[in-house]
C-alpha cells in the first residue's frame, strides 16, 4: 500500500462534534475563545492550551512549534519563552506571528495573526517564578536551540542550576520573557465530516471587531 493510499483511507471526523452557531457569536473574540476553551476542558481535550507559534526568520522563511498559552487579557495572547532562543531573535527582528490551535476531539481550530511585543520584566518574573521546580532549573540551564555536544554538557548544566535555585529560591532566568500576541484577525473553525466547515472571522477594525463568515 502506498503512503498516499493509506492517508486516503483513514477516517476524518468519524465522531459526533459540536455544532457551532456563528450567528450567536459575541462581539469580540476573547469571549468567544475562553467559551471554547472551557469547553474544550470539558469534552477531555488533551492539553487544551497548547498551540502552534509561527514566527519568520531572518531570512524569510517560516518556523513554527507548539507551546502553551500563558493568558488571554487586554495585553494580547501571552506566551513565555528564552529572549535568546530561536523564536525569541525571530520576534525581535520580525515581529509578526501565528498562534494555532487544534482541538482534534471537537474538530475545532483557531488561528490567530497579529503583531508580538515582550510584556515588562515584571510580568516575566512573575511567570518564572509561578513555574514547577523542574522547569525553572531547565531555564536557566539551557541554552536553548544551540548545538548540545553530548548528553554529558546538559547533565553539568542542570546540577548547576539546581545548586542555584536551592541557594536562592528567587534566582530569575534574565532572559526569560513573556510575549503577548495583539491580533488583527482570530478565526474559528468547526470540522463537518462532509466538509460543511463553519468559519467565522474576526477582524479588527481601529478598536472594533467585524464579524465575516468565509467560505469552507
Known sequence: MSIRDLLRGLPVFARPLPLFAPGDAPDHPDDLFVSWLGEAVAAGVM?????????VDADGLPDTR??????????????????DSAKGRQVAGQPGAALGFYWREQARQVRVRGSVTPLDRQASAGDFLARPVGSRVASLASRQSEVLAGPADLEHALAAAEEAVRD????????????????????????????????LRYRRVGDAWIKELLWP
Open 168 to 199: 536562592d529560591p528567587q534566582v530569575l532566568c534574565a532572559s526569560h520573557t513573556v510575549y503577548a500576541v495583539t491580533p488583527v484577525t482570530v478565526e474559528f473553525w468547526q470540522g463537518h465530516a462532509e466538509r460543511r466547515h463553519v468559519r
Open 66 to 83: 507548539v507551546l502553551l498559552l500563558k493568558d488571554l487579557d487586554d495585553r494580547g495572547w501571552q506566551f513565555a519563552t528564552d529572549a
Open 47 to 55: 492539553e487544551p492550551h497548547a498551540m502552534t507559534l509561527s514566527t
